[in-house]
């Protein structure tokens, strides 16, 4: 059951990247994106990260994606379509060489898997480590300081001078 | 064969030679930023999977995925003004016109 549950998921995601890159329509390639952030989202619930797929369907589904699509609306060449330039061949051949090495070094690398059980639910543990002592109290405060820097200078771009 | 650790590398690793493919080879700025999405959620799955097979009960790989999520919104709040700025300029958002920094 479980890796039945997988094997979908994994073939819809790749789908949806696929269609991503070989959609004429931007419109429609920013929606087969959504469509691959929820499949990334049931692979966490696959991986017992519930936590981080409900984050991942709220900032990714939630955010990201109405931002892309805002972004595509305000910027109307939509009647310019998706097209490819001129690295077709070279891109095809680099992202295939990536794959070929990554996928061999992971086949044959020996992975400590350890036996113990996965911790769930995972969300208390999560805040814990996140905000504890000796945990990753400063990352976060610098985490909040990179959002709020986005921000502003989101809003420093944008605004009409 | 059971589903395990590799199962997952595989597929991080297939989602994200497929975002490199998007990111050089399109013209379309909103499509290389998707193509750029497309391979941080990659890198995210290798990382909780690393983290539910490797240290199930320090949770590691989570946390790192949060502090990338966190980071993926940023840059693509900052990449939208950018092209959304770059096509007030040039009325255009394929990258093939961008020479504005050109010297």
């Known amino acids: ?161 | 064969m059971s589903v395990g650790l590799e199962h997952y590398l595989i597929l991080s690793v297939v989602l994200f030679s497929i975002g490199l493919y998007g990111v050089i080879v399109k013209r379309n700025a909103v499509v290389i930023l998707m193509c750029i999405e497309i391979m941080l959620n990659a890198v995210n799955i290798s990382l909780v999977a690393f983290s539910r097979y490797v240290v199930p009960l320090m949770l590691t790989g989570q946390i790192f995925a949060i502090f990338v999520i966190a980071v993926a919104a940023a840059e693509a709040a900052v990449g939208i003004a950018i092209i959304i700025t770059i096509y007030r300029n040039r009325e255009s958002i394929n990258v093939d016109k961008f020479d504005i920094t050109k010297w």
């Open chain 1, 1 to 161: 059951m479980f890796d039945i549950v997988f094997w979908v998921l994994a073939i819809v995601s790749i789908c949806a990247a696929l269609a991503v890159i070989l959609l004429r329509d931007v419109f429609r390639a920013a929606l087969s994106l959504v469509l691959l952030f929820l499949t990334i989202a049931g692979i966490y619930i696959s991986l017992h990260a519930d936590f981080l797929a409900v984050v991942q369907i709220l900032v990714y589904v939630g955010a990201i994606s109405i931002l892309i699509i805002v972004g595509i609306m305000l910027t109307r060449d939509v009647h310019y379509g998706n097209p490819s330039g001129k690295l077709r061949i070279p891109a095809l051949v680099v992202g295939i060489l990536l794959f070929i090495v990554l996928a061999y070094s992971v086949v044959n690398t020996i992975w400590v898997i350890s036996p113990q059980p996965p911790l769930e639910p995972t969300t208390a543990t999560l805040g814990s480590k996140l905000f504890s002592q000796g945990g990753y109290l400063l990352t976060v405060e610098i985490t909040a300081v990179l959002l709020l820097t986005a921000i502003l200078g989101a809003i420093v771009l944008i605004r009409d001078k």
